[in-house]
T-cell receptor, first 109, second 113 residues
Framework: QQPVQSPQAVILREGEDAVINCSSSKALYSVHWYRQKHGEAPVFLMILLKGGEQKGHDKISASFNEKKQQSSLYLTASQLSYSGTYFCGTEAGAQKLVFGQGTRLTINP | NAGVTQTPKFQVLKTGQSMTLQCAQD?????MSWYRQDPGMGLRLIHY???????DQGEVPNGYNVSRSTTEDFPLRLLSAAPSQTSVYFC????????????FGPGTRLTVT
């Protein structure tokens, strides 16, 4: 069963912050985050493993609350290059990775 | 390393035709999977494999077959193409069983008329 992402779309001005949420109805072992530019393949951002960790690099970070089966992706001081569609992927112990429907992020100058 | 390669890049089929989408990786990854991407639907898992000789169904397996005879290759077969199979298909591989970074191929854009 696909995880649910929210919001479906976000429009920001450069420098603003954004939060993208991902929730699942199943207990999760890991959550993945990917970004896809138009016409290209998804590109890996980060993985969060069971244990409630938080990760980040540069101005993009994420948290994973395994009790709530939720993850959030935080984009701080957004740049034009952050535009694209963001996908969360969840692995619920069946060794398969299932993705959400995506969140389209548009950054305007 | 070439990473994950997919052929063809584009394909047009008539309803009822069959074809095979090729996927290969040169990273010695055990885990490989196929996804289809449709507008507003995200990436949906078709089939996946945790190693040579082992395959399993994903969320939307109907109309597709897979086999994994080698670590490197994971072809996806469309048995009798239908317009509902018009989509962009991505192959992905990972060193870890679903818990490692997924490396995606460039995709195959398939149109069934």
């Amino acid at each position: 069963q696909q995880p649910v992402q929210s919001p479906q779309a976000v429009i920001l001005r450069e420098g603003e912050d954004a939060v993208i949420n991902c929730s699942s109805s199943k207990a999760l072992y890991s959550v993945h985050w990917y970004r896809q530019k138009h016409g290209e393949a998804p590109v890996f951002l980060m993985i969060l493993l069971k244990g409630g960790e938080q990760k980040g690099h540069d101005k993009i970070s994420a948290s994973f609350n395994e009790k709530k089966q939720q993850s959030s992706l935080y984009l701080t001081a957004s740049q034009l290059s952050y535009s694209g569609t963001y996908f969360c992927g969840t692995e619920a112990g069946a060794q398969k990775l299932v993705f959400g429907q995506g969140t389209r992020l548009t950054i305007n100058p | 390393n070439a990473g994950v390669t997919q052929t063809p890049k584009f394909q047009v089929l008539k309803t009822g035709q069959s074809m095979t989408l090729q996927c290969a990786q040169d990273m010695n990854h055990e885990y490989m999977s196929w996804y289809r991407q449709d507008p507003g639907m995200g990436l949906r898992l078709i089939h996946y494999s945790v190693g040579a000789g082992i395959t399993d169904q994903g969320e939307v397996p109907n109309g597709y077959n897979v086999s994994r005879s080698t670590t490197e290759d994971f072809p996806l077969r469309l048995l009798s193409a239908a317009p509902s199979q018009t989509s962009v298909y991505f192959c992905a591989s990972s060193y870890s069983r679903g818990r490692g970074e997924q490396y995606f191929g460039p995709g195959t854009r398939l149109t069934v008329t």
